[in-house]
């Protein structure tokens, strides 16, 4: 069986990311870099996927095209494509899983399939896509190919870092029903809590945008909870909004910390406290991952990009601390 890309960066000594890039953004490795890669390549006989399928049509499923992290993954993904001019047609499923369930239908009349936290069970999504090759992003399913951002370390690193402010009661705003993503974070953040000795409240699943957020501002309130996690930037831009319209003020009053670090978190006053995820990374290495199940080289199973804590102006220590 021919080499994929997770064994040419393991023989190269680099990270899969780095591996990709070798193929897909050259011009961005140091030269020393790109030679160890592609003389691994070499070695393993490693078909570099333009050269594997040529140009080909893929289609992109996401569940809310006005998400700025789906704008975000899909501008990734269209241009890491771009370099193999492969074409990309765009679902968006608007989180309806009726809208989803047709998506997948429509996808695989094209040469590959990207899905992009898909909301459907495990077995419908495997059941749809059937032999079409295809890619799962943010979301682990048995049996399929996954690229995945760690929703392990940098939630974690949040609960800590509330800790270390002198935070003791902590509460989670959840995202979409059916989103992995969110089951994952939560689980994340009650592991943290526990670990580090802090109550959690969790809050009712909203819509993953600001007025999600601004939903479930009364309940967050309503908890007494002195700084809440949520489930995305967005989530936390509308929590706050909300909560202002309360008389609570960040970071005097609650602490906020968002996850996704979307280019609005930064620009906000006070700036978002936010888990960066390795959006972009995800998009293109998932084109990559997509271009060997369509050759017959990619291997099941995930794929995890890290994640990291950035910590800005909307977490301090609690009212009562200072």
Known sequence: ???????????????????????????????ATL??????AAELGYATPQAAVGTRTIAVVVPDAANPVYATLLKA?????????????LFDADEDLRREREAIELGCRTDGLLLCSPRLPEREVLSLVADTPHVIV?????????VVMDAERGPTQAVEHLSALGHHHVAYASGP??????????????RACERFGIRLTRLSNHAASIQGGRAG????????ATAVIAYNDLVALGLEAGMAELGRVCPDDVSLVGIDDIELAGAVTPSLTTVRMPIARAGALAVDLLLQAMSGTASIGETVLPSQLIVRGSTAPPSAAR
């Open 177 to 190: 029903h059916g989103s992995w993503a969110d089951e994952q974070r939560a689980d994340a953040v009650a």
């Open 1 to 31: 069986m021919a080499a994929n890309l997770t064994e040419v960066a393991r023989h190269a000594g680099v990270s899969i990311a780095t591996a990709s890039r070798a193929f897909g953004e050259p011009d961005r490795l140091a030269p």
């Open 77 to 89: 993904i269209q241009g890491q494509a771009w370099h193999g001019r492969h074409r990309i047609v």
């Open 217 to 224: 501002a009364a309940a967050a309130v309503a908890s007494g």
């Open 138 to 146: 943010n979301r682990v399913i048995d049996g399929a190919v996954c």
């Open 35 to 40: 030679e160890r890669v592609r003389r691994a």
